[in-house]
């Protein structure tokens, strides 16, 4: 009953914490104050994506005509254009109406397409068929009278291609022309960070999934979290999804003052154990998604993982989307990294310029493995700049010092993710006025001097804690703090960081004295950021003085060799022409070339000794003889 009781607290908090509705000029006033708090943002992106629709055309010179069809049924105040390259280029324009209603008239305008025998689907992915007859502009009634009048739009389109990413040598070409190091940090966020068309897309690919289900679970709210949302997204990102079904008891609004329903929907139970139910609801709403859904496609059920999850492909959107029911620890630790990101200016441009080094040299890796994710990456920048003498971040402690009853938060597994929501209430302000180069120059060195092997990391505290185990990294789990965030790396990629820190830091050094001379000066073109990302040659310390491979492989000695002896002097082949028929080896250590002899010798003598005892048991003996004479 405690339990029972429990689990309906923590249903409640996440209800009000949910349901909290913005209306349009709340919200749209909140994004434009520039520093909106977490919940503001969340709210002003999904009203965003309420008022906006997506529409494929043959190319962005359709803008015209669309904007002239689509202004009947209400006012466009924004477009963007981008492109889904296949084989062919795939155009769409994302159309952004005044309010909910009048994009949801255009949407109830669609008409299903005769020629396809899928069913059809309400959705805000729609297609702009060609005009009758004649092509050209279809016109579209004027608001003032009823004649046939073709309007210009009010407005360009804000965006052309706007998800097209700045190619690998644009980019260089603008880090070399920068004027400072500052500069080429800044420079490097600004051109790779996720821009405003790849969030309202993905406020889009929620609203799509949330409305979908919404005629059965009208209560159910898909909610993105994640880098999409963070702040430290880079374009091109993932998008991760959290499907909930604990809203407003029947998706009904209530004001504050209004008692609670008396009328409560009856439920099936289920008495089954979370987890499997919790499977068997995503295999379902995967089956809903992979037949039913435009422009979902290559939808993959991944239920046996710690958080089961479905993976899709949004063909509309070019964009790979995790959804998940129970990963709620996921979604405050977006918030959490959120704040972190708005208390000061230079925490997503360093994150930023630490991540394009690690993958650089090759320390991340787009797959899971035994290497460090750019999560635990983060929780590395985090944890420095908490530990500076003038501290640029909080401790997590700090924050939930500062926690008042309405920032309570507890997941449905009991973990608690409660921790101060406002940043005034917190009161943190950092007195540390270093650069970005400073600080990208200190975190190489605060971490080529870290004791990894003996001490973990705790974002909760700012400081560093024994180990508990012996994992060759611990970084506390800010919200879960019985788990290691980077419990699957290795020890040879523990090390690996260590090394290729060190070698940055000399690196950087070296760039920040050359970096104050002018750039008629400078003796290469590369110079800065560059020199860290892209010459991996000019480490000093290498992994593999440490690390080295096998310096001779079996299969070098034997199997090769035997397979060229059988194609030039056949199968019956002796010892002698295997070991002077075989092509040299060059071996990187005496002393093994020596055993790998002695081996060679060893296995000729017993070969010998092998042909003699079968000569011997082949030949007859002489008593043999006599008998088959007689």
């Known amino acids: 009953m405690n339990n029972l009781m429990r689990r309906a607290q923590n249903v409640q908090l996440w209800r009000k914490y949910c349901v909290k509705q913005y209306t349009t000029e709340a919200a749209s006033a909140a994004l434009s104050r520039g520093k909106p708090n977490y919940d503001e943002f969340i709210a002003g992106r999904q009203v965003q994506a309420q008022r906006s629709i997506v529409v494929q055309v043959s190319s962005e010179k359709s803008y015209s005509e669309l904007y002239n069809y689509c202004s009947r049924f209400g006012s466009i105040v924004g477009a963007h254009h981008y492109c889904v390259r296949h084989d062919d280029d795939l155009h769409y324009i994302l159309l952004e109406y005044s309010t909910a209603h009048e994009a949801a008239a255009a949407i109830d305008s669609g008409a299903t397409n005769g020629d396809l025998s899928g069913v059809p689907v309400r959705s805000p992915f729609l297609w702009f068929k060609a005009a009758p007859g004649k092509r050209g502009p279809k016109l579209a009634p004027n608001n003032n009278n009823n004649n046939n009048i073709h309007h210009p739009p009010t407005s360009d389109l804000q965006s052309v291609d706007g998800t097209r990413q700045l190619d690998q040598e644009a980019l260089l070409s603008q880090l070399r022309g920068a004027e400072s190091i500052e500069q080429q940090v800044q420079l490097l966020h600004r051109h790779t960070q996720l821009n405003d068309l790849g969030v309202r897309m993905r ?260 400081r560093q804690l024994s180990k508990p185990d012996h994992s060759a990294m611990y970084i506390v789990n800010p919200l879960e703090q019985l788990l290691n965030v980077s419990k699957n790396v290795s020890l040879e990629e523990c090390e690996r960081l260590r090394i290729e820190v060190r070698n940055a830091a000399w690196i950087l050094e070296s760039e920040v004295e050359n970096s104050s001379l002018p750039q008629s000066e400078r003796q290469e073109e590369t110079w800065g950021l560059l020199n860290l990302f892209k010459h991996p040659e000019k480490a000093i310390i290498r992994p593999n003085m440490f690390f080295k491979p096998r310096m001779v492989e079996v299969s070098d000695l034997f199997e090769e060799k035997h397979q060229q002896l059988q194609s030039t002097i056949g199968p019956a082949s002796t010892g002698e022409a295997v070991a002077t028929a075989a092509p040299s080896v060059a071996y990187k250590n005496v002393s093994v070339r020596q055993q790998v002899q002695s081996i060679k010798a060893a296995t000729r003598t017993e070969l010998k000794q092998l042909r003699g005892s079968s000569s011997a048991a082949a030949a007859p003996s002489p008593s043999t003889k006599n008998r088959r004479s007689r």
């Open 203 to 462: 406020f889009l690919a929620a609203l799509q999934v949330q409305q979908a289900i919404s005629g059965m679970f009208p209560a159910a709210q898909a909610h993105p979290f994640g880098s999409s949302v963070n702040g430290f997204g880079k374009m091109g990102c993932d998008l991760d999804l959290i499907l909930r079904f604990d809203g407003e008891t029947g998706g009904r609004k209530q004001s504050s003052g209004e008692p609670p329903s008396r009328l409560i929907y009856h439920t099936k139970e289920n008495l089954s154990n979370g987890r499997s139910q919790t499977q068997r609801h995503m295999e379902c709403f995967g089956d809903m998604l992979h037949l039913f859904l435009p422009g979902v496609c290559h939808v993959r059920r991944i239920l046996q993982a710690r958080v089961p999850i479905i993976k899709y492909h949004h063909e509309h959107l070019n964009l790979e989307v995790d959804l998940s029911m129970s990963n709620l620890s996921g979604f405050y630790m977006s918030e959490l990294l959120y704040m972190f990101g708005e208390i000061d200016s230079r925490v997503r441009p360093l994150t930023f310029s630490i991540r394009r080094w690690a993958q650089a040299c090759g320390l991340t890796n787009p797959s899971p493995g035994r290497w460090i994710s750019n999560f635990s990456l983060t929780c590395l920048v985090m944890y420095f700049l908490q530990q500076l003498r003038q501290p640029i971040l909080p401790t997590i402690g700090a924050l939930v010092k500062a926690a008042e009853a309405k920032d309570v938060r507890v997941t449905e597994d009991g973990i608690n993710c409660t921790f101060g929501r406002d940043l005034e209430r917190v009161g943190f302000q950092s007195r540390n006025t270093s650069s970005l180069s400073e600080l990208l120059l200190q975190f190489f060195e605060f971490y080529s001097q870290f004791d990894f092997h003996n001490r973990a990391i705790s974002l909760n505290e700012g």
